[in-house]
């Protein structure tokens, strides 16, 4: 019973991640020229704080070799990256998250400053009501004008490569026609050294990076301000698309 509730809460952990990373193969689309002509008001919307900061400790040394085993080993590899995932997320989160990173706060603010340094008029909404089906935003119920409406997803953390642990932040920003109808824009971002499909990639400040997993919490302060710096300046890359 312990045990599948424990692959149930990896599984969960992962999800984010996972969104994120089907995010990096979805179209991507440019903001076209003339679209930034007619687009003056932004309504820019709510995005919450990440539920978990978390950390990607690697694949477990020698797991690979449970390929050998076919479709069996690779499950049984899955529970245990999902486990090790689950067990390091946890960790991460309870001793960073007393110290408010503020990720969203922060990525948002920028956000903000950067749209509107470019004339754009910016006004925060909160988070999008969903449709009936509960899964897609209905726009229909958002009050107020504007030419377009700005989405981002956020998750942040660290990842273990080579051995040191690395700053990883990812957003995806998505423009919407007022209705809703029509996508105008959509990206994914990174910043971080771990290629993800077609984001763009933002590399971090070699500062942030920590030697090794067991380092990182005797470092919390560098690791927050890595955390936060991703947010900064995948929000100003984000605004240079505008």
């Known amino acids: 019973m312990h045990t599948t509730l424990r692959a149930l809460r990896s599984i969960c ?3 984010f991640t996972a969104t994120l990373v089907a995010c990096a193969s979805a179209p991507k689309v440019a903001f076209k020229p003339e679209l930034k002509q007619s687009i003056k008001k932004v309504a820019l919307v709510e995005t919450p704080e990440p539920r978990q900061y978390f950390m990607n400790p690697g694949q477990a040394p020698g797991g690979a ?3 050998m085993f076919g479709a069996l080993g690779g499950a049984i590899l899955g529970s245990i990256e999902a486990n ?3 067990t390091a997320s946890t960790r991460f989160n309870a001793a960073v998250a007393p110290l408010k990173p503020e990720l969203s706060a922060t990525m948002l603010s920028r956000l903000e400053k950067s749209l509107a340094a470019k004339g754009y008029e910016i006004v925060r909404i909160p988070t999008i009501p969903t449709a009936a089906d509960g ?3 209905d726009f229909s119920r958002i009050e107020g004008t504007f030419d377009a409406i700005l989405i981002t997803t956020l998750g942040g953390g660290y990842s273990v490569e080579s051995g040191a642990a ?3 932040v990812r957003v995806v920003a998505t423009l919407h026609s007022r209705s809703g109808a029509d996508k105008l824009f959509a990206d994914g971002y990174i910043y971080g050294t771990q290629k993800v499909g077609q984001f763009v990639e933002v590399l971090p400040d ?3 990076t920590i030697k ?3 380092a990182v919490y005797d470092n919390l302060g560098i690791a927050v ?3 936060r710096t991703g947010a900064d300046k995948l929000a100003e890359r984000v605004a240079a698309d505008f």
């Open 135 to 137: 899964k897609e935003p």
């Open 13 to 15: 952990l992962l999800a």
């Open 84 to 86: 090790r995932f689950e």
């Open 65 to 67: 070799a449970l390929y």
């Open 225 to 227: 301000e890595g955390l």
């Open 212 to 214: 090794s997993i067991d």
């Open 166 to 168: 690395v700053p990883n």
């Open 206 to 208: 070699p500062r942030f």
